[in-house]
């Protein structure tokens, strides 16, 4: 298993390709996925990079809402 970058030795994280049906192994920091065979199959696209980041601002902005929430409804009672 490629679990680690062998250009940057960061620790790579097994992404799902709903397209391919396979997974494959991203880093980060290198923004690359490998095979399971550590060979290099492509680079991270912007619009994937996006989305990731996307899904990452709307877990913040639900944690905000739900907090102001709570506040309003201990200020009703
Ligand atoms: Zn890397």
């Known amino acids: 298993?490629?679990?680690?970058?062998?250009?940057c030795n960061e620790r790579r994280y097994p992404i799902f390709q709903t397209?391919?049906?396979l997974t494959l192994w991203l880093c980060?920091?290198?923004?690359?996925?490998?095979d399971p065979k550590d060979v290099i199959v492509r680079e991270r696209?912007?619009?994937?990079?996006?989305?990731m980041d996307a899904k990452?601002?709307?877990f913040?902005?639900?944690?905000v809402l739900t907090g102001e929430k709570m506040k309003r409804r201990k200020g009703v009672n």
Request: aromatic letters at 6%; charged letters at 40%.
């Open 28 to 34: 980060e920091k290198c923004n690359n996925y490998v």
């Open 19 to 21: 397209a391919e049906k």
């Open 60 to 63: 913040k902005k639900t944690v």
């Open 56 to 58: 990452i601002d709307n």
């Open 1 to 7: 298993m490629p679990l680690f970058c062998k250009q």
């Open 45 to 51: 696209t912007k619009s994937e990079k996006d989305e």
